[in-house]
């Protein structure tokens, strides 16, 4: 199975995720990693928001100087479980006058302490709120979950959560990472089925822990191939194996989704530049290579 024709046509781009660093040594730790980064050129970078709004200052702090140093777009995740809508509209206030042109729009997580999840409920009516509030301003990313939302009660009920986002107002969704190329495709397939006609870029994961994957994996519904977990877990405490072994199943997985049509990739960096680099590293020389045979061949 491959992509749906309706995700070919989109102009591919690029993009890598960090959060927010909480010390100045983790500060100075992603603006490494970002400067690292930013030498591939990508599209945009995007920034997470903790639950009920918990990094709110951070999150901008941590964009602006993206921005800053790098000259690169960078896009802020924005939540609405926990906040009012006065607090909603102050953060794209900010976000406006500060000229971001693109947002996350999440649902998020309920912070602990909280007893009510606030006004805005779901992701669509947060992306509703945003476009009410601000017009064409925002180009509003949305979460896609090809393994489907871990709350979601069937398949059936998450694609048609997913398509009231799109339809409230969203221009394109970044996907929960996954490893299964599969299920990918036919989410989109499904999708286009819905008459879903926007990009909806697969995020990947680095892999360079395997007992930090499974609990990422478990909190998110992420599904990890029995063959990779095996394979993991035989290399033990081996962090060097971990990391080429990891590195080498992420590329092809790129690989494989950018050669039947993707259009892009989403980078979950965990605020590390290694891995993501030399993924993209291989990427562009395996790039290079077919160039190469084709012209030989012609």
């Not at 669509?124 to 017009?135: A, C, K, S, Y």
Request: with cysteine.
């Amino acid at each position: 199975m491959s992509v749906m024709d309706s995700q070919k046509k989109f102009t591919p781009r690029y993009s890598f995720e960090f959060f927010p660093p909480r010390t100045p040594e983790a500060v100075g730790k992603l603006q490494m990693t970002t400067e690292r980064l930013s030498k591939y050129r990508p599209d945009f970078f995007s920034v997470t928001y903790g639950a009920g709004g918990s990094t709110r200052t951070r999150t901008f702090e941590t964009v602006r100087d993206i921005t800053e140093k790098t000259g690169i777009e960078a896009a802020p995740h924005i939540s609405c479980i926990g906040q009012s809508l006065e607090e909603i509209r102050e953060v794209l206030e900010i976000y406006k006058s500060a000229g971001i042109k693109r947002i996350v729009a999440l649902r998020g997580d309920m912070p602990s302490g909280h007893a009510a999840y606030g006004p805005l409920r779901h992701a669509n009516e947060l992306v509703e709120f945003i476009r009410n509030e601000t017009g064409d301003h925002f180009h509003i990313e949305v979460a896609a979950y090809p393994e489907f939302h871990p709350q979601a009660p069937n398949p059936k009920k998450d694609l048609e959560n997913f398509k009231r986002k799109i339809d409230a107002g969203a221009n394109s969704a970044i996907t929960q990472y996954f490893y299964n190329s599969e299920a990918y495709y036919r989410f989109v397939d499904d999708c286009e089925k819905l008459g879903i006609d926007v990009p909806i870029v697969p995020g990947v994961m680095p892999i360079i822990n395997c007992s930090q994957l499974v609990r990422f994996s478990d909190a998110c519904g992420a599904e990890i191939p029995r063959w990779i977990l095996k394979r993991l877990q035989e290399f033990g405490d081996d962090r060097v194996s971990i990391r080429a072994f990891g590195i080498d199943v992420t590329t092809q997985l790129c690989a494989d989704l950018l050669g039947h049509g993707a259009p892009g990739i989403h980078m979950y960096t965990m605020n590390q530049s290694e891995a993501s680099e030399a993924i993209w590293d291989n990427l562009i020389l395996k790039k290079r290579k077919e160039v190469q045979k084709k012209v030989s061949v012609g």
